[in-house]
Each structure stands twice: as C-alpha cells, then as structure tokens.
C-alpha cells in the first residue's frame, strides 16, 4: 500500500538549533497516525513541514506521492488543523468556514451545505452566525476542526485538535476523528498519550528532532511478546508463583509488582501467546489469586517515558 | 466537486481579490481613503482657486484687466520649467492643455500624501494574516502567488476607486468655478486616470512588498513610510548632485504620468513589477 504521507531523511534548523533532525516517516493511507514526543521534540516542527507551512532544511515531503515543493503547502491534497493559528475575528463562523471553502475551489452553494454540516459534525451548528470573536477556545478549536472535513481530502492533519478542551467535548471530539478515520488518513499530533492509545493505529516517538520508534499501536506497545496480569489482592506466595509461571514452556522472563499485586510476563515468541496467557492465569488461580485483568503489552505512557528517559520535557 | 480539487490559479487569485476588496470596503477602509484623499484634494483644490482669485484682484487693483485661465496657466508652465520641475518638451505639452494646471497643481500636491494612504489602508492585509497565521489557514488551500495577486488586485481595485470617487465628486464640484476649464478637464480626465491606475498600483505593490517582507503590521506600517519617505529625500538630493539619480524613483515621474508619457508609464510599470516580484520571492521563501 503507497504512503499517504512520507517523510525523507528531513532536517529543520532555525538558526544553530536543530528541531528536527534526519527524520524519516511513513503514515500509511486509512490509518489514524498520533506524532508524540516530550515538548522539544519536534512535533509541531515536524507537523507544520508536512503542511507546509515551514521550509524543510533538507530532506522531502511527499503527500499522496507527491513530492512538496519546499514550503509550499499540500494544496489539494490534505488539509490541517494548525496548532497556534487564529481565525479573524470579525468574521462569523459560518461565513469564515465558506471562505476557506470557496477558496479551495468550491461553488458557494456546496460551501453553504458542506460548511453547514461540518459545523454540526463539531456540534456547533447554533453558533454559526456568531462571531470569531465572541467564541471560547474550545470553540474556536472546534472551528479549526470543522474546516477540516467541509472538503473530501484524504489526509488530515490534526496538530493538538483537543489541546484546551473540556473532558467531554474533547471525548466526544475523539469519537469524531475515530469516524473520520474510517476512510482516510488522519495524522494526530497530541500530548496526551491516553488518547492517542485509544485512538490512534500507528504512532511515531520523537524525541530532540529524531525518530525513536513508530509503527502499528500493537507493535510499539509490544504486545507480540508481553503481557500484564493485574490481581485483585497481592499474593500470598510471590515467589512460588513466580517459579512456577517462569517453569511454563515459553516464558522468557517473569516480574512481580513489588507489592506482588501484578504479574509481567514476556514471551520467548509471539506464537501461542493465548495458550500461554491461559496457563498463566491457571497457575495463578491455582495459587489462590484472584485476576483482575490482563493486558497486552505495556501502556504507551509507559512506553514512551522508556523511549524518552532523559528527556527534559 | 470537492474542496481539494484545485481550482485554477487565476480562478484563485480572483477569488482572493474580491473578498479582500469587498472586506477592505466593509472595515470602512476604502471610506477612510475617500475621506482623508477627499479632504486633501478639496484643500488642494480650494488653495488653487484661492490663488486664483487673489491673483484676479491683485491684477484688478493694478488696475489691469481680468486675466484669463490660459494666461494664469503659460505663467505657471513657465515658473516649472525655469525651475527645472519639468523639462522644455514637457512644459510644452503642459502648454498646449494636455494637463490642465489646476489639475496638475491638485495631483501634484495630494500625489507627496497618497502613497501613504494607500500604506495606510492596506498595511496589514497580507502582514495581518501572516502574524496572527490565518495564513495557515488561507495558504493550504491556495497557492502562494494566488494569494498574493488576489490581495494586490483587491487592494489596487479599492484604493482606485476611491481616488476616482474623490476625483469625480470634486470635479461636479468645481465645475461651477471660473478657475476651472471644463472642456481641458474633461479631455485629460481619461489619461489622468489611466495613469492614477498606474499610480495606485505602484504603491500598492510597495505596500504588499512591506507587508510580506517585514510581516509585523505595525513594523510593515512604520518601515513602509520611512522608505517612501527616504526614497523621495534620497534621490531628490542625489538629483541635486548628479540629475539621472534623481530620476530613479518614480517620484519623478508622476508629472509625465498624468499625461501618459510612454516613458514614465514604462518606469511605472517596472516599478511594480518590481514590488510584485520581491513580495512573490519573499513570501515564497516564508515560513508562516
């Protein structure tokens, strides 16, 4: 399957200092991509050179196959959400969305009806005739989103979309973007690693401008080889039941939570890790304890503070 | 047709040009320029027909009789030329009523204040849009010489009409006055404004250069001025020492302008393609 969006061996340099240093990405098409990183990593970098907005020093940025002339947005072919960009003000949010609608090439009556139906995909529809000026930040940022779907494009770029807003809207936000997702591209820059976790399908760590890891969610949380089984209650006999699960065929390597309240098991191989899974949990229920329950691999927080130890951010 | 289906750039561009004119008109922008030129050029036109009058009766006490406008006019053509603002071939078409005088006198004077009007009016259209990032916005979906050409166009267009509004209004208001001859106004009337179109459209190109160069609007405004006002300074004093400096600003041209001399249209021309130019390099090479 072609890229949809391609990143190639890009530098940027403001000035001495190096933001984003040799990287080189690949968002695969249909897949909801979340771009993390501690602050400095180069995300809003890395994310402003894929719209074009910054100039890479070097390397190439090809959208769709098509290789971005440095600086020059990806016109046609995606559009994004910028992170620190204000609408005016003056304007009225129906009437902003048109604009940016009919600028893109659309005749005015299916700006009309596309910039009406965005506005209620972001439930704004009651404020359309007011002003820019008159909305909260979560509002406006929710206009920023909406001009993103009033076209068909087939990537999406989505700099911190739920970055200031309250715990519902930035929910029922997520739910949004999972739906956009379902046919197109969608590339999430985010701090928030939780919401990445549950939304996104691939993800890139950067951290001081360079990649550290990127690939499918699966892939970078491990879940081929490990798995976590959280209890109820400690065990009684830690030990035991750490010398018995590390006795089971396959087991590479076993730890217990200090207050023996979780169990991690990695795994010689990715085959049959459902059997083995079960001949855990057995021993496990064997020994008296009780299973809360099992989670593949590790969570992304945790591995990101691992891809990322030292970071200052 | 979807919004990412890419319209044509002159499509674009037309686009950008109409919503920036009709926001410019709608800011009340295009009101403030009719009103600060109108009052200009009424002030202008007053002083002219206030020396008029004064020399009539100086003339009438002298016990000479009414003098007529044409006279007023070869005495005016003769003080430019021993004064070197216009050269021999210039005073003679000046002479033969290609520009009537009170019609040079009038743009002469309001011409030293218009291109800072025109700054005025149009600092911040493009140098707005790139410091609060609309352009983030606006720039993914049009192309970056679109954009620019669309605000150029837009800001000439209204900057245009207000000249030639004011123009108009104030010659329905001085056809009732002697010190005006209305069959040489209406004559020249039409390359006077051929060449207000120049004339706008240098600056306005200058404007939008300042505007992507220096991407602060007040940065944009206060530079903006200061160049015009050091280019005038610059080349008048250079023009002092060795007379060809002095005529590479296009403030010396304007005259010749009025009266489309094929020359001054040329420097015109290359002036603004000048400015459209580095304002295309410059914001080509921006980062938003």
Not at chain 1, 189 to 202: D, G, M, Q
Not at chain 1, 231 to 243: D, G, I, Y
Not at chain 1, 276 to 285: C, D, E, K, P, S
Request: charge should be neutral; charged fraction near 20%.
């Amino acid at each position: 399957m072609r890229p949809a969006v391609e990143l190639i061996n890009v530098t940027k340099d403001y000035g001495r200092v190096r933001a984003v240093d040799g990287l080189s990405l690949s968002v695969p098409e249909e897949s909801l991509y979340g771009l993390i990183g501690p602050n400095g990593a180069g995300k809003t970098t890395t994310f402003a050179m894929l719209s074009g907005f910054l100039r890479p020093t070097q390397g190439e940025v090809k959208v769709r196959g098509r290789t971005l002339t440095p600086g020059q947005p990806p016109v046609g072919l995606a559009l994004a959400l910028p992170q620190d960009a204000a609408l005016p003000d003056h304007k009225r949010v129906l009437a902003t969305l048109i604009y940016l609608a009919r600028l893109g090439g659309m005749p005015k009556p299916e700006a009309e009806a596309r910039s009406t139906r965005a506005l209620q995909q972001v439930g704004l529809q009651d404020l359309a005739d007011r002003k820019v000026s008159q909305l909260s930040h979560g509002q406006r940022r929710r206009v920023g989103i909406a001009q993103t779907l009033v076209g068909d494009d087939e990537v999406i770029m989505l700099d911190e979309p739920t970055a200031g807003l309250d715990p519902r809207t930035a929910v029922e936000l997520g739910q949004l973007i999972k739906t956009l997702s379902v046919d197109r591209t969608i590339i999430l820059s985010s701090h928030n690693l939780a919401e990445v976790e549950s939304l996104c399908t691939h993800a890139a760590i950067l951290d001081r401008g360079k990649l550290v890891m990127s690939g499918t969610m699966d892939e970078i949380k491990g879940t081929g080889g490990l798995f976590t089984v959280m209890l109820a209650k400690a065990l009684a006999a830690p030990t035991t039941v750490q010398a018995a699960v590390s006795a089971l065929a396959g087991v590479a390597k076993v730890e217990v939570a200090p207050n023996a309240d979780a169990l991690r098991v990695t795994t010689e191989s990715t085959e049959g890790m459902d059997d083995l899974t079960n001949q855990v949990l057995r021993v496990l229920m064997d020994n008296g304890a009780t299973v809360k329950s099992v989670e593949r691999g590790q969570s992304l927080t945790e591995r990101f503070m691992q891809a990322t130890r030292g970071a200052g951010g | 047709m979807s919004q990412s289906s890419e319209s044509s750039a002159a499509a674009q561009a037309f686009f950008v040009a109409r919503a920036e004119a009709v926001d410019m008109l709608l800011s009340l922008r295009a009101l403030f320029l009719v009103i600060t030129y109108g009052a200009l050029t009424a002030v202008a036109g007053g002083v002219a027909n206030w020396m008029y009058i004064k020399s009539q009766e100086q003339l009438a006490a002298a016990g000479g009789e009414a003098v007529r406008m044409a006279d007023v006019q070869a005495e005016f053509i003769k003080g430019l030329s021993s004064e070197g603002w216009v050269t021999p071939e210039l005073g003679d078409q000046l002479a033969s009523g290609q520009l009537p005088v009170i019609l040079l006198f009038v743009l002469k004077t309001t011409s030293w204040l218009l291109p800072g009007l025109i700054l005025l009016v149009g600092f911040n259209r493009i140098s707005g849009d790139i410091s609060t990032r609309f352009t983030r916005y606006v720039l993914q979906r049009v192309h970056r010489g679109s954009y620019l050409a669309g605000k150029v166009v837009g800001h000439w267009l209204v900057s245009l009409g207000a000249v030639m509004v004011v123009q108009a209004v104030l010659l329905g208001v001085a056809y009732g006055y002697d010190v005006f001859d209305h069959e040489l106004v209406a004559k020249a009337l039409p390359r006077v404004w051929l060449g207000m179109a120049l004339f706008t459209l240098v600056f306005v190109a200058y404007t939008q250069m300042c505007a992507a160069l220096f991407a602060r609007p007040f940065v944009t405004l206060l530079l903006g001025l200061m160049l015009l006002v050091a280019c005038n300074v610059a080349t008048w004093i250079a023009g002092r020492f060795w007379e060809p400096l002095g005529k590479i600003w296009v403030g010396d041209w304007d005259t010749r302008l009025w009266m489309l001399d094929p020359m001054a249209v040329g420097v015109f021309l290359l002036y603004a393609a000048i400015f459209v130019a580095l304002a295309q390099v410059v914001l080509r090479k921006r980062d938003l």
